[in-house]
């Protein structure tokens, strides 16, 4: 068993520019496209198994700031 004080866990959807092309086997870029970047939300559920009695789960922004606390429930199984 590992153990933590902190656990960072990211995920990234798929992501392009506005109007980007590809070739038909989608392996080769013909235009990169042009602002905004359109990206795919990514939903989950994330099960740890934990002995912290008062664990808080926080969001951070892109520059790795807090970001606002992200609602969560602790289950006892």
């Known amino acids: ?9 990211t ?12 070739n ?5 870029l013909l235009d990169i496209g042009c602002p905004p970047i359109l ?11 934990t002995e912290v009695p008062a ?5 951070v922004n892109a520059e ?3 970001a606002g606390v992200v609602p969560s429930t602790k289950i006892n199984y």
């Open 39 to 49: 990206v795919e939300a990514v939903e989950a559920e994330v099960r740890l198994e």
């Open 24 to 28: 038909e086997e989608h392996n080769i």
């Open 55 to 59: 664990l808080k789960v926080w969001a």
């Open 11 to 22: 995920t990234v959807g798929r992501s392009e520019n506005t109007d980007m092309k590809f």
């Open 1 to 9: 068993m590992n153990l933590s004080d902190n656990i960072l866990l």
């Open 64 to 66: 790795g700031f807090f």
